[in-house]
Structures are given as C-alpha cells and as structure tokens.
C-alpha cells in the first residue's frame, strides 16, 4: 500500500509519497514541493536530507551498522583484500578468483604515471602539505590522459580511467610524500602487492630497500578497507555533486581529497594525533582537555569524537582499537599516546555530556596510531584516508552517472537587501 505525507499550506492539503529503502529506512519525496506550494525546505548541513538513492552503502547509526553491498565491515575487513572490497563497491559483487585476477593485472599494469609528473612535483615546495600535492596530481591526470574528460564515454573507456586512478594513486600519494622528505622518488615495483608497493614507494631509498613487514602491510590492508566508503559523507558528496557536472572522473575525485582535507572530516586523524601529543606535553591532563572540549566558550573540539550518523559507537573504530593493540605489541612498540586516548575514551563514555550527544569515538580516533606505528608520518594521515577511501568515490560518481542523475543545484531562502535605488559614488555616506 503507498504511504503518503500530507502538508496543509495556503488552505489546502497537498500530498508527498514516502519512499522505502530496502534496510526499511523511509524518506518523502519531495521533487513536487515547490510546483504544488511554492515552498522550499531549508537543512544546514543537509542533516535531515538525502541528496540521492543508492545501493553501496548501508549505515545505522543509532545501531552502529556499516555494511557495503550488504556485507558487513566485519566480514570484509578480516576475510577480504582491499583490491577485491574495492571491486565490490565498483562493479556490485565480489570477484571470483578469476575477475579479481584481471581486476589485479590491470591495475599492477598501470602504477607508472607520466614523467611530466615529476616536473609538476618539482613545482612544490617541501613544505607542502601532501593533500594539496596530491589534489593538483589527480587533476593533473586529465592531462595525460584527455579522453578521461568525457565521462560519457564507452563502459571500456571509463572503466580504463578507473583503473587508471586505482592504480596510480598509491603513485602520486608516495610521490607527494618524497616531495615532502626532499627524497628521490622510489617507482612502483609490480611484483609487490598493492600495499607492500605503495609502503615500498614511501620508504625505499637508495641506501637501502624497504624491508616489507607482514604485520605492517597487514595492518594497511586492513586500515584501507575500514575507510573504503561511508554512503553521502561530505567528500563522497563532493566528488557526486562535482561529477553531476559532467566534469571528468579525476576532476570530482581531486575535488573529494579537497574535501576529505577538512579537519572536521579526514584531516581529524592528523588532528587527533597533535591533540594528543599536546596532552601528553600537558602532563597528561586528560581532564582539563575533556572541559575544555564541553566549554561552549571555547573553541577546543575532541578530535576524533563525534560523527553526524554515528549516536553510538563507530564499528570502525572498535576494529581499529583492537588492531592498534595488536600492531603495536607485534612491533614492540610502547607508544604513550594510545594510553591517553583509551582514557580520553574511558572518561568521556561516562561523561554526561558525551552521552547525552552521542559522542563516541569515530574512525580517526585511533588510526593514526597505527599510522604512525608503521611509520607514516602525520601530514600524511589523511593522504592514507584518501587511498583508503578512493573506491567508495568512484563507486559514488559511477553510480551517480549510471543512474543518469541531474546537476546538483540546492535552493537557498535569500535573505539579504530587497530592491533599493542605486547611489552615486559621490552621494554615499558611508
Ligand atoms: C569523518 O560523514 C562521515 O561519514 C564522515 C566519516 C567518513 O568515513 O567519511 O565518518 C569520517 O569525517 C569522521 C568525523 C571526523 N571529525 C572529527 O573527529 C572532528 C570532531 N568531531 C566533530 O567536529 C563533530 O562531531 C562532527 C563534525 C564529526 C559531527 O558534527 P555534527 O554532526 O554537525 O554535530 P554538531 O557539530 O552539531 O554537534 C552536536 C553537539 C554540539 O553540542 P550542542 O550544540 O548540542 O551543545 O555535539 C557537540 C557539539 O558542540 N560536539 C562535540 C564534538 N562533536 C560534537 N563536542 C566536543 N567535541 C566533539 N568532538
């Protein structure tokens, strides 16, 4: 039976369908609201609005549910690889042996960029922040390879863009760090692994090789698919809304590291990590940054706490506590920061101000530990989010062009002057 919503406005009841998600979520379609009453809705931070439908991503947040495809993180980050979680989200269904062979051949194919790159690079100072290198690299891909600017070409041709970036990414983000370091860039070696190549890339130099470490590329595989895709968090509705455009493949996904760079959003993991250390400066006192953080008056936040969809705790980041444990007792390492973070987490689950909102720790709070257990270095934190997260988005803006969606284009309540008569320069008072 069709449900519908009904709105009394201007002395008449007008009628909205609600429509049904396959989790039993419901929504009302409000696509006839302005022609039948000259209204609009108005959701800052669209936290009450679902900008699309779409079949990748499952969250319950009151429960603490992430699933892709219907398949929970659970399952995926202890039985999968990244490559194949990153062909499921992509094409819908996990490959079999054979699917995700090609899928691996085709990428190991094209980890090579062009060596015009490395001109762009010299471009940079050191001191440049890789997530603002590795924006202007991905965009910069629309220049080796121009056919990527029409994304309404053959299913062949897009789908050899999107190996393209799957496969180069780990590239340019290695690339942007040895910028960073001033180090000679290391180039992908395609008898390793995806994760084995990329640290391989991060970590080779010309004195030595990059001694590859099971615990620690175990670790990324892992950290990678936990932040493989997330349904319309802000970036992934970057790269939807800039590819609504018509713009290229590349240019939505540079715009989503843009995005994701925010420390609201990505960067919270660096955040979390320079909170942190600043704590323990500060004596450890946990307590004074928890007041701080409730202090209305004050700007300080508890990086790493809180999530727009999560009111409960975030099923990534009990994954990856326990991961950090295990990580860093494998390599032997006592890293006083994670103490300070599990009683930061301890304090504040009983803190009723924590309660009452809903304020659990989320995806960041502890992967930068592990980050920098396995030697990435902290302005290179979001870059890893940015690696982890790059199939979700090219799942998202796939999804979004197959479904043929429209340009997105929010209204707005104007709210400034109304009509007034021009003044002369020489009659204007202030
Ligand atoms: C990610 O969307 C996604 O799915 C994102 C992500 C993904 O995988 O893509 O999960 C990745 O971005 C995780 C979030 C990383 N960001 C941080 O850790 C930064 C710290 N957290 C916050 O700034 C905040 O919690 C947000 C941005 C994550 C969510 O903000 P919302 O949903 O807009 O909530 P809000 O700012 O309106 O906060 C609600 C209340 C407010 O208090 P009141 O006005 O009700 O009194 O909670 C308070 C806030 O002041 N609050 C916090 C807090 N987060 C929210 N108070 C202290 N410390 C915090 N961290």
Redo the contacts with the bound molecule.
Sequence with gaps: MDENIEISFGGRLHKFPIINGTEGEKAIDISSLRKKTGLITIDT?F?NTGSTKSSITF?NGEKGILRHRGYSIDDLTNKSTFLEVAYLLIYGELPNLSKLKTFKDNITLHTLVHEDVKGILDGFPSKAHPMGVLSSLVSSLTAFYPKSLDPNRSVEEINGTIIRIIAKLPTLAAWAFKNRMRQPLVYPNNNLDYCSNFLNMMFSLPTHDYKINKIVSNALEKLLIL?I????????STVRIVGSSHASLYASISAGIAA?WG???????Q??IEMLEEIKKDNCNVKKYIDK??D?SDQ???????????KNF?P?ARIIKDAAEEVLNSLGINDPVLDIAKKIEKIALTDQ??IE?G?YP????YSGIIYRAIGIPTDMFTVM?ALG?LPGWVAQWKEMRENNEPIGRPRQLYTGNISRKYVPINERKN
Excluded: I, T, W
Aim: one cysteine or more; a positive charge.
């Design positions: 931070g936290k969250l932040h895709d997330h349904e319309q968090n802000c970036s992934a994701l420390p609201l959003h990505g960067g919270a993991n955040a979390v953080a409730k209305k300080f936040r508890l990086m790493g706490f809180g999530h727009r969809v999560y975030d990534r101000y924590f909102r304020l989320n995806v960041d709070f989010f997260r």
